[in-house]
């Protein structure tokens, strides 16, 4: 299943005023890349997919509809679930938005390596 063409653009409207920002397809889904680190993606399952601080996640946790992110049975630190109904909303997308963005403008600009 495709990700959710309606989340990813109110993932776009969020977005939009950040510098260095690219989207990607991937996984099924549609990461938008600040500086080349994923903030946040549409997933295929209606939900969203977010890069947090490994250090302040536990917080989120605590939010209905977010859990550790899994991928072939493993939690992977410092990436969120958010359940469908917890981007439900604009504001809560804009929530999310700035929380993945935050933690990513943290981390140091990804870089292209040069063809050889």
């Given at each position: 299943?495709?990700?959710?063409?309606?989340?990813?653009?109110?993932?776009?409207?969020?977005?939009?005023?950040?510098?260095?920002?690219?989207?990607?397809?991937?996984?099924?889904?549609?990461?938008?890349?600040?500086?080349?680190?994923?903030?946040?993606?549409?997933?295929?399952?209606?939900?969203?997919?977010?890069?947090?601080?490994?250090?302040s996640s536990?917080?989120?946790?605590?939010?209905?509809?977010?859990?550790?992110?899994?991928?072939?049975?493993?939690?992977?630190?410092?990436?969120?679930?958010?359940?469908?109904?917890?981007?439900?909303?604009?504001?809560?997308?804009?929530?999310?938005?700035?929380?993945?963005?935050?933690?990513?403008?943290?981390l140091p600009p990804?870089?292209?390596?040069?063809?050889?």
């Open positions: 299943m495709p990700y959710d063409d309606e989340l990813a653009e109110r993932i776009r409207s969020a977005i939009a005023a950040e510098p260095g920002v690219t989207e990607k397809k991937m996984f099924g889904g549609l990461g938008f890349m600040v500086d080349g680190h994923m903030a946040i993606a549409a997933a295929s399952d209606g939900g969203a997919m977010l890069r947090v601080d490994p250090e536990a917080d989120l946790l605590a939010r209905p509809g977010v859990t550790p992110m899994e991928m072939r049975g493993r939690a992977m630190t410092g990436w969120l679930h958010l359940d469908p109904a917890s981007v439900a909303t604009d504001e809560s997308v804009a929530a999310y938005v700035a929380t993945g963005v935050a933690y990513v403008r943290t990804k870089g292209r390596v040069a063809d050889l």
